[in-house]
């Protein structure tokens, strides 16, 4: 019984029940930016680009977070 218990638990922290999709990244990086945090809006930008990198949203909100930053490379 423990074995199995050691085995749920290993599995669950192995896999994250909820990965975040690139629109939760960019609603939080939204979140981020209105509250003046750009750092912070940046990685959650990336994170969607990283997430879909064919999201337009994605790729323009990280470019312009980049540029606020002083970030070109």
């Known amino acids: ?6 085995l ?14 690139a629109a939760e990244h960019i609603g939080i990086g939204d979140r981020e930016h209105k509250a003046m945090n750009a750092a912070s809006a940046l990685q959650h930008y990336q994170a969607a680009v990283q997430a879909d990198s064919n999201s337009a949203d994605a790729l323009w909100r990280a470019a312009a977070e980049s540029i ?3 970030q070109f490379d």
Do not use: C, H, Y
């Open 1 to 6: 019984m423990n074995m199995r218990v050691g």
């Open 68 to 70: 606020d930053l002083g």
């Open 8 to 21: 749920v638990v290993a599995t669950v922290l192995a896999f994250p029940l909820s990965a975040q999709t």
